[in-house]
């Protein structure tokens, strides 16, 4: 089962941010989650919220901003002044530092809320430029959005989040050509998982934050995990691989 470090090592670090994902990349995790939206200018940056409100001391949408604007707002507002300024990066700042990286990155594309237009294209142009086509999936709870990114990009490995459990999850995956379900732990049943292990279906699951989950699935046989804590479950995992 692989472990994902859930916008970066979130739980100690400002989430989204680079330091979050250089800090994940030293615990050996399997790969980096993050989400991807657009600025007023057309830039593609990494921020999980349709606002900034949350994680930063500014306000208003991330639409309505510049990149020039946005990155003058500290995305460390959560964890005070312990870090110092962080900037919310750039998408194209994280795939060049990714393509020196022996790490997976899951794509949220942040279209549920508000579709921004082209963002699937924009996304996918820089993973192109970097070389990062095999080392790159996507997901979205907007599923349209999957499917576009499969238009533009048959090959795309996409999966498609929920955050409710869907019935026959496996077979609706395969008709529209998904290879994955992203199910939240919360409603997530070893039925459901068979279903979709049944079809050929890939079950990563979102927000694993405690050794009892994260046991659960492994002994149900998911794919992968996404975690706040990417240390300590990439430990365990590795302590059961080698029997202890």
Known sequence: MKIYAHRGYSGMYP????????KAAETGCDGIE????????????????ETVDRTTWGTGRVVDYTFEELRKLDASRLFGDKYGFCPIPSFEEYVSWAAGQNLVTNIELK????????????TLELVRRYGLEDKVFYSSFNHMSLVRMKELAPDAFCGALVDRELGNAGYYCSQFGFQAYHPGIKDLTEEAVKGCREKGIAVNVWTINDMGALEKLYQWGCDGAFTNYPSICKSWIDSRKQGL
């Not at 600025?39 to 990494?46: H, Y």
């Open 15 to 22: 989430e989204n941010t680079m330091l979050a994902f250089q």
């Open 34 to 49: 993050l989400d991807v939206q657009l600025t007023k200018d057309g830039t593609v940056v990494v921020i999980h919220d």
């Open 111 to 122: 279209t549920g809320v508000y579709y921004y237009e082209e963002l699937e294209k924009k």
